[in-house]
């Protein structure tokens, strides 16, 4: 028998034996980088967030994530790792424009929140925006007076929904062009910021990306996969591929989010479609993930 054959032969074996042992498992490898996931959860419903966009991890509550409506509803919710509505928390003091992402990340001696106010699905806007704000405690109902950063890309406007902060404080955007560019966003307070272009990702439709709690990785997500990338391969613009998980099989109406949680735990949101007078429930959904050389980002 020859070679590629005979693999995938024992591939063939172990995707069965695994299926009737009721075992789920997904793998990517792309030369030196590797990633196994399996599924930890299949999507549970979130009813209040119908809409659910974006997902950031909490850097202040243990198995928390943050999340937002893509519409016009100026509201965070954190939510637990079984989809329990932790908090509800108003943004207060500003517009909604087009919120599409929210990340966790610092702020000084703090962490913060930043929401990413980038959608431009007409292709028309003279400025994007970048809300943040301390992050609030699960008690808390309101955030007040949050900071607003503006920015333009150089070279004309891009539809957008995917944004990560890295530890350093630095943020990102990562457009929906047909192959996604990411451009750093400089935070730059009472003025309008120029984004500055670094790396061109063989991607397209993003929806969303977050940065691993000690920036070494970054995850974007598509509608059918999430892809992992080494985070020093992005800012040297040196990026031929990354390590893609398929999602397809998890049952999301609509894959939208994603973020990384403890000990290799990936939270996925998803829309729950439907009408838009009568949608239906958000989604979480989990996988658990092990990363080869987890130590090393060469």
């Given amino acids: 028998m020859r070679a590629p054959a005979?693999?995938?032969?024992?591939?063939?074996?172990?995707?069965?034996?695994m299926a009737v042992l009721s075992e789920w498992f997904l793998a990517a490898v792309y030369g030196e980088d590797e990633v196994d996931c399996g599924v930890g959860s299949f999507p549970v419903q979130l009813p209040h967030v119908p809409e659910a966009s974006g997902l950031a991890p909490s850097r202040r509550h243990a198995d928390v994530f943050w999340t937002l409506n893509?519409?016009?509803?100026?509201?965070?919710?954190?939510?637990d790792t079984n989809g329990d509505l932790r908090?509800?928390?108003?943004?207060?003091?500003?517009?909604?424009?087009?919120?599409?992402?929210?990340?966790?990340?610092?702020?000084?001696?703090?962490?913060c929140l930043y929401i990413a106010d980038i959608g431009d699905n007409d292709g028309n806007r003279p400025f994007i925006r970048i809300v943040r704000f301390p992050e609030p405690r699960l008690r808390d109902h309101t955030?007040?007076?949050?900071?607003?950063?503006?920015?333009?890309y150089p070279d004309g406007p891009h539809d957008a929904e995917?944004?990560?902060?890295?530890?350093?404080?630095?943020?990102?955007?990562?457009?929906?062009?047909?192959?996604s560019v990411v451009y750093?966003?400089?935070?730059?307070?009472?003025?309008?910021?120029?984004?500055e272009r670094v790396a061109m990702?063989?991607?397209?439709?993003?929806?969303?990306?977050?940065?691993?709690?000690?920036?070494?990785?970054?995850?974007?997500?598509?509608?059918?996969?999430?892809?992992?990338?080494?985070?020093?391969?992005i800012l040297k613009g040196d990026v031929e591929h990354g390590a893609a998980i398929g999602t397809g099989d998890l049952g999301e109406a609509q894959g939208e989010g994603v973020a990384f949680g403890a000990n290799g735990l990936m939270a996925l949101a998803g829309e729950g479609g439907g009408k838009k007078r009568?949608?239906?429930?958000?989604?979480?959904a989990m996988l658990q993930c092990r990363f080869k050389d987890a130590a090393s980002d060469n």
Avoid: M
């Avoid at 893509?70 to 939510?79: L, T």
């Avoid at 087009?98 to 702020?107: L, V, Y």
């Avoid at 995917?162 to 062009?177: C, S, Y």
């Fill in 6 to 17: 005979a693999r995938t032969l024992v591939l063939a074996l172990t995707i069965a034996v």
């Fill in 70 to 79: 893509d519409s016009e509803d100026p509201s965070i919710y954190g939510i």
């Fill in 87 to 111: 908090a509800h928390v108003r943004v207060t003091g500003i517009t909604t424009g087009d919120w599409e992402d929210i990340s966790s990340g610092p702020c000084g001696s703090e962490s």
């Fill in 143 to 152: 955030v007040d007076k949050p900071e607003v950063f503006q920015g333009q």
């Fill in 162 to 179: 995917a944004a990560f902060v890295l530890p350093d404080g630095q943020l990102f955007i990562v457009t929906k062009d047909k192959f």
């Fill in 184 to 195: 750093r966003f400089p935070l730059e307070a009472r003025t309008v910021a120029t984004l």
């Fill in 201 to 233: 990702l063989p991607l397209n439709n993003v929806t969303d990306a977050d940065a691993s709690a000690d920036g070494k990785r970054i995850v974007v997500r598509t509608k059918e996969d999430v892809v992992f990338y080494r985070t020093s391969h």
């Fill in 278 to 284: 009568a949608p239906k429930p958000g989604t979480l």
